[in-house]
């Protein structure tokens, strides 16, 4: 039986590997998530749950999976990031919260599953962002403060809660103040087991939104004892390391995660991804970022959009050093 995942954290300083981007890397496998559901959209299908006839897109998510497991990846994310019931709700047929139990039970399941039980499962919340398309802005509109980010989150959160399948809580991509401070103050009650926050920020090392990680400090202590771990994700590998020595200089008692992209951009207009500087590229980018990130208190470290396979197995390997 594996260890439990709040002891490998808190109790020792063993670094784990994440897998790496799950919706590119099932579409460079040929699977169409041009959709506002992204990587949601194939368990929307009946023929997805169709186990008796053969479906191209259960085998692409299947294999995704067994390629990061391969690269040496331990803890890997439920395909549940653009799943929201917001988001749900208004692109598909599912309308009541008893249906969109039902769908996660099962996407939930199928993540388990192709993983075994040897490995962490994360149950992965994409941000209010993801609903709105401002991962990469932070542009909530003009009056973030107003949103009610518990709404937006809550049936998610209570299904993650009761489903022992999920060893933690991945809250990511968070690129506005006002969603990261709505999180922080909830307590157990709303997040009922270990969870990690992982924010957006830019090339400047804020978040999108322009709010300086400093900031973070007044948002701590927090009320819920189950976070486990802050952290930045899809932002460049440079970004990632700047932002990450920001962290631990501002929160440096928190366990830290971090899974940067490829290093390209992402245009929102063209639903494209492009290089606006060099690609991270060899097996010795990794090995430098990777030491970067051990030596700032990274204790998980993966990849988001863009990342690969290859990458992943270039980072565990730098982990194990």
């Not at 959209?41 to 749950?49: A, L, Q, V, Y």
Request: with cysteine.
């Amino acid at each position: 039986m594996r260890q439990s995942l709040l002891d490998v954290i808190r109790n020792s300083q063993k670094v784990l590997v994440m897998d790496g981007g799950q919706g590119t890397e099932l579409e460079s496998r040929g699977m169409d998530i041009s959709n506002p559901l992204w990587s949601t959209i194939p368990f929307t299908k009946d023929e997805f749950w169709d186990f008796s006839r053969p479906c191209s897109d259960r085998d692409c998510i299947y294999e995704m999976y067994q390629a990061y497991l391969d690269a040496g990846a331990q803890l890997l994310s439920t395909v549940t990031y653009q799943t929201s019931f917001m988001t749900v709700c208004s692109h598909t047929a599912i309308c009541s919260e008893k249906q969109y139990d039902q769908l996660l039970d099962r996407i939930v399941a199928f993540c388990r599953k192709c993983i075994g039980q040897d490995h962490y499962l994360i149950g992965t919340i994409g941000s209010y962002a993801a609903h709105v398309g401002a991962e990469y802005t932070g542009d909530y509109g003009p009056l973030p403060e107003k949103i009610n980010f518990l709404e937006y989150f809550r049936p998610q959160l209570r299904n993650f809660n009761r489903n022992e399948a999920i060893d933690i809580i991945g809250l990511e991509t968070i690129s506005n103040f006002h969603e990261v401070k709505a999180i922080l103050s909830w307590d157990d009650s709303i997040i009922s087991k270990p969870f990690y926050v992982s924010l957006s920020v830019g090339e400047d090392g804020k978040l999108r939104d322009g709010t300086s990680l400093r900031e973070l400090v007044s948002l701590f202590p927090v009320s819920n004892p189950n976070l486990l771990l802050m952290g930045v994700n899809c932002c460049k590998p440079i970004s990632s390391v700047k932002a990450l020595a920001e962290l631990h200089k501002t929160l440096p008692d928190i366990p830290l995660l971090v899974y940067p992209n490829s290093g390209e951009s992402y245009d929102q207009k063209t639903q494209s991804w492009f290089f606006a500087a060099r690609p991270l590229g060899s097996d010795n980018t990794w090995q430098d970022i990777v030491h970067e990130y051990k030596a700032q208190g990274a204790r998980v470290i993966g990849g988001c959009c863009r990342t690969t396979p290859k990458d992943i197995h270039s980072i565990a390997a730098h982990c194990r050093k």
